[in-house]
């Protein structure tokens, strides 16, 4: 299925994030790809925001994987593995344990830049593509 969306600021697309925490289920990964800048890391704190997830929500640019640990579990979902790969290789994300999270059957993982390890990524995965259309607008396209 395919769903296009058009976000207005980054409040609408962390709303988006929110919702689609809501309908995940455990063990899923969602990739969100795009360029620099065009609300990934935004979105992701929506979605953890929406789980419950403790703040502060960094960006994982720098730490490439942040994990929360729910204090409650929402539909089994009991972690969060929040993770880019902008920075890595395939063989280092294998060896920082990216499959270990993928089969955390009460966990999701929700990753930026999946296309820098594209090979590594299941087939069942959500793919959601951010486009920046001007300032403040952001199309999402929704994929699974
Ligand atoms: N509709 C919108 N949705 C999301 N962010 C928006 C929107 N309009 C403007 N912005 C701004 O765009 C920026 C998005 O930054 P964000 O860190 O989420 O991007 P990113 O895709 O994670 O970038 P990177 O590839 O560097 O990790 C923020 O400064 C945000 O305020
Ligand atoms: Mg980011």
């Known amino acids: ?61 720098f730490v490439i994987m942040k994990q929360y640990d729910l204090p409650q579990a929402k539909n089994g979902i009991k972690r969060v593995y929040h993770a880019d790969a902008y920075r890595v290789e395939t063989k280092d994300f294998v060896s920082l344990g990216f499959s270990e999270w993928c089969t955390d059957t009460e966990g999701v993982v929700i990753l930026e830049w999946p296309e820098r390890v594209e090979k590594l990524i299941p087939k069942n995965a959500v793919w959601i593509t ?10 999402l396209k929704i994929e699974n």
Do not use: H, W
Not at 130 to 135: I, M, R
């Open 1 to 61: 299925m395919t769903e296009t969306l058009i976000t207005t600021g980054a409040e609408e697309t962390r709303s988006f994030g929110k919702k689609l925490a809501r309908e995940i289920m455990p063990g899923a990964l969602i990739c969100l790809k795009g360029d620099l800048g065009t609300g990934k890391t935004t979105f992701a704190q929506g979605f953890l925001e929406g789980l419950g997830a403790a703040r502060p929500y960094v960006s994982p640019t």
């Open 130 to 139: 951010f486009t920046a259309k001007s300032e403040n607008e952001r199309e």
